[in-house]
């Protein structure tokens, strides 16, 4: 099915799964989807490889992570989180050389802390992993040590607009 995208997230600097800077990243762009899911796309490398052609799970566990930490800004942008459990099924392999998607939504949400779940989609539409994370509100400033930089945290228009995007 298509989707709308209303809106495209912000990328890290140097973040292993953002990062625009970081040459072995994933550089994994995040859209906020009309349906209220968010969605991410990324080139997977022959550099993230387990065994050969085979993405590692410890690089599916990372976009999923944060690609289910990012959904809790669709609605409010002002709340960041870190990481408390992350549970992981390995359902298929990920190839490496290939545009995958990851999908993240939200399941629930309190005053501390809040949940969600995603998936990994593979070009053939198969999915390849599934996940569920907890998450600890905090306050960025406390995360990171300091505010987030303009080089750090900022919007980077992609060279073609993407108007919709087919899950
Ligand atoms: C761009 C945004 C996307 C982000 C996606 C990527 C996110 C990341 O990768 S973050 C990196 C990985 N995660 C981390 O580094 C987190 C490491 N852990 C910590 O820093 C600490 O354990 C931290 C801050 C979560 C909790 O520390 P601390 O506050 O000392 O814990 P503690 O005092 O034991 O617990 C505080 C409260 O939280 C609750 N709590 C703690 N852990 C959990 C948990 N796993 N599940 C449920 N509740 C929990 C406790 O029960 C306690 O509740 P109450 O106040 O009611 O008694």
């Known amino acids: 099915m298509k989707y709308k995208v209303i809106k495209k997230q912000n990328s890290g600097n140097s973040c292993v799964v953002c990062g625009v800077n970081n040459e072995l990243g994933l550089k994994t762009s995040f859209y906020e989807l009309e349906n209220g899911e968010l969605v991410a796309i990324c080139d997977t490398k022959d550099w993230h490889q387990?065994?050969?052609?085979?993405?590692?799970?410890?690089?599916?566990?990372?976009?999923?992570?944060?690609?289910?930490g990012r959904a809790?800004?669709?609605?409010?942008?002002?709340?960041?989180?870190?990481?408390?459990?992350?549970?992981?099924?390995?359902?298929?392999?990920?190839?490496?050389?290939?545009?995958?998607?990851?999908i993240g939504?939200?399941?629930?949400?309190n005053r501390k802390l809040f949940e969600g779940s995603g998936e990994i989609i593979l070009p053939s539409g198969e999915i390849a992993v599934t996940a569920t994370g907890k998450?600890?509100?905090m306050p960025v400033e406390k995360i990171t040590d300091g505010e987030l930089t303009?080089?750090?945290?900022?919007?980077?228009?992609?060279?073609?607009?993407?108007?919709?995007?087919?899950?």
């Open 105 to 109: 939504r939200i399941t629930s949400e």
């Open 72 to 102: 809790i800004s669709i609605n409010d942008e002002t709340i960041w989180g870190v990481t408390v459990s992350l549970d992981i099924k390995y359902k298929k392999p990920v190839p490496t050389d290939a545009t995958i998607k990851i």
């Open 135 to 137: 998450y600890m509100k």
């Open 150 to 167: 303009s080089e750090e945290w900022k919007h980077v228009e992609d060279k073609e607009k993407l108007e919709y995007i087919e899950i």
């Open 50 to 68: 387990s065994y050969p052609g085979r993405v590692h799970g410890g690089m599916s566990a990372a976009l999923l992570d944060e690609t289910i």
